[in-house]
């Protein structure tokens, strides 16, 4: 079923009681859940009936969909259903099978799609680019920009937030609820928006004028660190259990131990590296992202390559120190 449709109908039917009943002078109401797949491809060649619900006088039935999973209505409570709808879309890890990813030898804006292969458990080919190599790759790639993604039939996928985004997809990282899964994407939105701040601070001052805008960009007042007060409460709003945006590990969350990790790992000149201290629920989700046993092992991975932590770059490092907050 390559092309389907899913239409919900729900069909409430009120019938009096009948005259020998009359006594109880009752009304009973039936609600019909029917879940009709429409197969779009080759017209309506088949319909899929599923066996109705009763539901008992005002308490509506819970539909599912002829795949089992949720139907969810119109009118719904967002902060119930960020924490209880944080099923992913079902994966497929064929699509991804045989991929390699090539980047920089920093952590960068492809670190997030790094981590979420791993937690995956895809197994892809982490190709670095050293920078002096640079000019000869850009011209072979789809935007003249990295990371780019190529599966095993040589497709290319680039720009980093999509490519994310198609891997949190295919490994059970990315919501299936519309409603989280924009919430997923909203925050990732925000995350960009605190990198393109972090940068523009300062441009075009000598070095020492620069960290010292920057300084006061991420102090109490400043720019960067108004945005990072909203990410923390945002967090606090939509995640829980150490989670960026619902109750699980998600493409959201890994984001945030990344690019956090960026802004504070020495990327910029000028952040201090305790930048975050004040915001508890970003802390909980670098700790949370950090102790992953997948994240654990992929970076142990990547200290034995090295042989050494300290041949890691800074941002990495303070990527693996999160294990430890």
Same mark, same amino acid.
């Given at each position: 079923? +390559?092309?389907?449709?899913?239409?919900?109908?729900?069909?409430?039917?009120?019938?009096?009681?009948?005259?020998?009943?009359? !006594?109880?002078?009752?009304?009973?109401?039936?609600?019909?859940?029917?879940?009709?797949?429409? *197969?779009?491809?080759?017209?309506?060649?088949?319909?899929?009936? &599923? $066996?109705?619900?009763?539901?008992?006088?005002? =308490?509506?039935?819970?539909?599912?969909?002829?795949?089992?999973?949720?139907?969810?209505?119109?009118?719904?409570?967002?902060?119930? @259903?960020?924490?209880?709808?944080?099923?992913?879309?079902?994966?497929?890890?064929?699509?991804?099978?045989?991929?390699?990813?090539?980047?920089?030898? *920093?952590?960068?804006?492809?670190?997030?799609? =790094?981590?979420?292969?791993?937690?995956?458990?895809? +197994?892809?080919?982490?190709?670095?680019?050293?920078?002096? /190599?640079?000019?000869?790759?850009? !011209?072979?790639?789809?935007?003249?920009?990295?990371?780019?993604?190529?599966?095993? %039939?040589?497709?290319?996928?680039?720009? /980093?937030? @999509?490519?994310?985004?198609?891997?949190?997809?295919?490994?059970?990282?990315?919501?299936? %609820?519309?409603?989280?899964?924009?919430?997923? %994407?909203?925050?990732?939105?925000?995350?960009?928006?605190?990198?393109?701040? *972090?940068?523009?601070?300062?441009?075009?001052?000598?070095?020492?004028?620069?960290?010292?805008? &920057?300084? #006061?960009? #991420?102090? +109490?007042?400043?720019?960067?660190?108004? *945005?990072?007060?909203?990410?923390?409460?945002?967090? $606090?709003?939509?995640?829980?259990?150490?989670?960026? #945006?619902?109750?699980?590990?998600?493409?959201? @969350?890994?984001?945030?131990?990344?690019?956090?990790?960026?802004?504070?790992?020495?990327?910029?000149?000028?952040?201090?590296?305790?930048?975050?201290?004040?915001?508890?629920?970003?802390?909980?989700? =670098?700790?949370?992202?950090?102790?992953?046993?997948? #994240?654990?092992?992929?970076?142990?991975?990547?200290?034995?390559?090295?042989?050494?932590?300290?041949?890691?770059?800074?941002? +990495?490092?303070?990527?693996?120190?999160?294990?430890?907050?």
């Amino acid at each position: 079923f +390559e092309e389907t449709e899913c239409l919900i109908i729900t069909i409430t039917i009120s019938t009096q009681a009948s005259a020998a009943l009359a !006594p109880m002078r009752t009304w009973t109401a039936v609600t019909l859940a029917l879940s009709v797949a429409i *197969i779009a491809s080759g017209g309506c060649q088949a319909l899929l009936f &599923r $066996q109705p619900a009763i539901a008992a006088r005002g =308490r509506p039935a819970t539909a599912t969909s002829t795949n089992g999973g949720p139907c969810h209505s119109q009118r719904r409570t967002i902060g119930a @259903s960020m924490m209880a709808a944080t099923s992913a879309v079902t994966p497929d890890e064929s699509v991804l099978a045989g991929c390699k990813l090539t980047y920089f030898g *920093i952590p960068g804006r492809g670190e997030a799609i =790094r981590l979420a292969l791993a937690i995956g458990e895809v +197994e892809f080919e982490d190709k670095r680019v050293p920078f002096p /190599a640079w000019s000869k790759v850009k !011209p072979t790639t789809p935007w003249g920009t990295l990371p780019v993604l190529e599966l095993a %039939d040589g497709s290319q996928l680039a720009q /980093a937030r @999509s490519v994310l985004r198609f891997v949190g997809k295919h490994t059970s990282l990315y919501p299936a %609820d519309p409603l989280v899964a924009q919430r997923v %994407d909203e925050l990732m939105d925000a995350l960009e928006d605190l990198g393109a701040t *972090i940068n523009n601070v300062g441009q075009g001052l000598a070095k020492e004028e620069k960290e010292a805008a &920057r300084l #006061v960009a #991420v102090s +109490e007042g400043g720019a960067v660190y108004d *945005i990072l007060a909203k990410i923390d409460a945002f967090i $606090q709003a939509n995640g829980t259990g150490g989670y960026a #945006v619902g109750a699980e590990m998600n493409i959201a @969350s890994i984001l945030t131990f990344t690019n956090i990790g960026r802004l504070v790992g020495g990327v910029f000149y000028g952040v201090p590296p305790t930048v975050c201290n004040p915001f508890l629920n970003i802390q909980h989700v =670098r700790k949370t992202v950090g102790i992953n046993p997948a #994240v654990i092992a992929w970076y142990d991975a990547r200290i034995d390559q090295q042989k050494s932590l300290d041949k890691l770059s800074p941002a +990495e490092q303070i990527l693996v120190g999160c294990r430890n907050m």
